[in-house]
């Protein structure tokens, strides 16, 4: 079997369990993991924050009137899915919602239900063929050839390329090939005006040839939390060069989380700890100890 098939699969015995409980004249229920709860959480040095094989769970049942639409919501999705796998085609969670405003009501519901979806099948989100906008922006010796046969080199000087929206942290369904680079380390920064300042002054040439990452962009988006591609991206570099990984953030509590989301991963994508989580990487700076000496 393809793992399309073992998706495919994996939704039917959904589905297949909603019409038995329906056949008996029992309200149909989901049975998903409490991702947010720290007691499905544990810590391990090798891969950060992950979940823990036997986890507690809730169900989302469809005759109670706090989770009857959720329910449904669910249901609508798993059928959108299930198309998708089958015809072969993607569409990102924005392009979930604004299928149907009106029914998913915001774009939070969406991202909650694909994640719990993800979490209930044990398939990684981009194996449902979901795509996230990708946030994130890398420059420096690299380049690659992305599923549709586009070249990236973003080797040239200052160029500075999107991060693309479908990398994949298994080989088994790798969309990313021909991936070079002579790179010596990564460099990971959080403010968008440091990273073009580096970049201005031919930091990845100057120093060693190396890999610059950033998702804060000031003009595009007003967060510089990481999202799914660029920490997807982050770790296929680190798996594929096996080179240190250094982040460069402010001295304060976003500074620090960030970074951290990079090396521990987070509580809500805790069950992808295994494709997300660099823990090698290392805090550059700048340090609280730094501004003592300024």
């Not at 398939?123 to 599923?147: D, M």
Request: charged share 20%; aromatic share 8%; proline share 4%.
């Amino acid at each position: 079997l393809s793992f399309s098939s073992e998706v495919l699969e994996a939704i039917e015995n959904v589905i297949q369990d909603v019409f038995e409980s329906l056949s008996k004249q029992q309200a149909p229920v989901l049975t998903v993991t409490r991702r947010s709860d720290w007691r499905n959480i544990e810590f391990k040095d090798s891969v950060g924050l992950q979940m823990v094989p036997y986890c507690t769970t809730k169900q989302i049942r469809s005759d109670c009137p706090r989770s009857a639409t959720k329910f449904a919501l669910m249901l609508k999705i798993l059928s959108m899915i299930y198309k998708m796998v089958q015809s072969d085609t993607y569409a990102t969670k924005r392009d979930i919602y604004y299928s149907d405003t009106q029914l998913f009501g915001s774009q939070s519901v969406v991202d909650n239900i694909i994640n719990d979806i993800s979490c209930m099948l044990k398939i990684p989100r981009r194996s449902l063929h979901i795509l996230s906008t990708t946030k994130g922006f890398v420059a420096g010796n690299l380049s690659y050839t992305e599923e549709d046969g586009t070249k990236v080199n973003c080797t040239c000087g200052a160029t500075v390329f999107t991060v693309p929206s479908n990398v994949q942290g298994i080989k088994s369904s790798l969309n990313i090939k021909d991936l070079n680079s002579h790179a010596k380390f990564i460099l990971i920064v959080e403010k968008d005006a440091t990273f073009q300042r580096l970049l201005d002054d031919d930091f990845c040439i100057k120093l060693s040839p190396c890999i610059m990452i950033t998702v804060c962009n000031l003009h595009l988006i007003s967060s510089c939390i990481p999202d799914l591609n660029t920490r997807l991206l982050v770790r296929k570099l680190w798996d594929t060069f096996q080179i240190p990984v250094f982040t460069l953030m402010d001295a304060d509590p976003h500074g620090i989380e960030i970074m951290c989301i990079y090396k521990y991963g987070s509580v809500s994508m805790s069950f992808e700890a295994h494709h997300l989580t660099v823990p090698s990487v290392k805090w550059l700076g700048l340090l609280p100890s730094d501004l003592k000496r300024l």
